[in-house]
């Protein structure tokens, strides 16, 4: 059974950018480009939203970022 992953989005930075700016998989540093944001096991992004004291940080499932990605305007 596959395991569901999740990407981690920095909504500080996000907001600040205008841009949604995802953290990469070494959760130092961030990035705009969706392909190179980190892939995160429930268990992984739970713990650095839970970390996060700031509350800035927000988990979203890759499933969903792939049907947003599919939406054309």
């Known amino acids: 059974m596959e395991k569901d992953l999740y990407c ?3 909504l500080k930075c996000s907001i600040s950018t205008s ?3 995802y953290w990469k998989i070494d959760k130092l540093s961030t990035t705009r480009n969706v392909k190179e944001a980190g892939n995160f096991t429930l268990e992984e992004a739970l713990a650095f939203v839970n ?3 700031d509350n800035n940080t927000v988990m979203i499932p890759q499933s969903k970022v ?3 990605l599919s939406v054309t305007v």
């Open 51 to 53: 970390a996060d004291l």
């Open 8 to 10: 981690l989005i920095d």
């Open 19 to 21: 841009s949604v700016m």
């Open 66 to 68: 792939e049907e947003f």
